[in-house]
Each structure stands twice: as structure tokens, then as C-alpha cells.
Nanobody
Framework: QVQLVESGGGLVQVGGSLRLSCTAS???????MAWFRQAPGKEREFVAG????????IYGESVKGRFTISKDNAENTRYLQMNSLNAEDTAVYFC????????????????????WGQGTQVTVSS
């Protein structure tokens, strides 16, 4: 069973940057992983991920050009670099993984993932 732990959230001012980390444990080998976020009163929203393992990243429309994902395979860690943050980015950010497949038909949908982290709060203040 895969366990995911996020870190790096916090309070940042508008225009600032944060980098989130997600470390996977419980199995070896590459994982399909993604980032989602959920603001109060809103549905969980896809932020970034890939359709294939080692594929080029895909991003949600609201974060394109500002957020970047990267990975450290040796540590089985994924990063989410968030730049030019604004108040609408305030949310709990979740790391997700599919522990079985190497390709996802719908990588932007939460139901495609079977493992989730506990989430890390990101608050952007003005």
C-alpha cells in the first residue's frame, strides 16, 4: 500500500512562491502521481500531473504558466513549485497516486487515483 506525505505548505503573500513536496513510501518503482487542491466550499480541483509515467506534465488551466511539477526518482518525491501566487490559490493541496497503472485515461479526475496524502494548507494573503 502506498503512503503519501505532503509538506511545504504555509502562509505567503500575493505574488510570492512556495514549493510543496510529496514523498511516497510503501512500494518501490515509479508511480503516477498528481497534485490536486480543494478550497473551502469547492470541489477538488486538478492542479498538475502526467498521463503516463515520465510523460510531459499537464496543468490545470488556472495554474498554467505559474506552477511547475518535478520529481526526484531516487527519493520517490514529487515537487510542486508555485509562483506568482494569488488569493485564489488558497486551498488544501493534496498529493495523489495511482499505485497500479502506468497510464491514466483521465489523469485530471480524482477518481483515477487510489492513494492520497493528508493535504497541506496553502494560504495566500494580501
Amino acid at each position: 500500500q502506498v503512503q503519501l506525505v505532503e509538506s511545504g505548505g504555509g502562509l505567503v503573500q500575493v505574488g510570492g512562491s512556495l514549493r510543496l513536496s510529496c514523498t511516497a513510501s510503501g512500494r518501490t518503482g515509479s508511480l503516477l502521481m498528481a497534485w490536486f487542491r480543494q478550497a473551502p466550499g469547492k470541489e477538488r480541483e486538478f492542479v498538475a500531473g502526467t498521463q503516463w509515467i515520465n510523460d510531459r506534465p499537464i496543468y490545470g488551466e488556472s495554474v498554467k504558466g505559474r506552477f511547475t511539477i518535478s520529481k526526484d526518482n531516487a527519493e520517490n518525491t514529487r515537487y510542486l513549485q508555485m509562483n506568482s501566487l494569488n488569493a485564489e490559490d488558497t486551498a488544501v493541496y493534496f498529493c495523489a497516486a495511482n499505485s497500479v497503472r502506468t497510464y491514466l485515461e483521465r489523469p485530471t479526475e480524482a477518481r483515477s487515483y487510489d492513494a492520497w496524502g493528508q493535504g497541506t494548507q496553502v494560504t495566500v494573503s494580501s
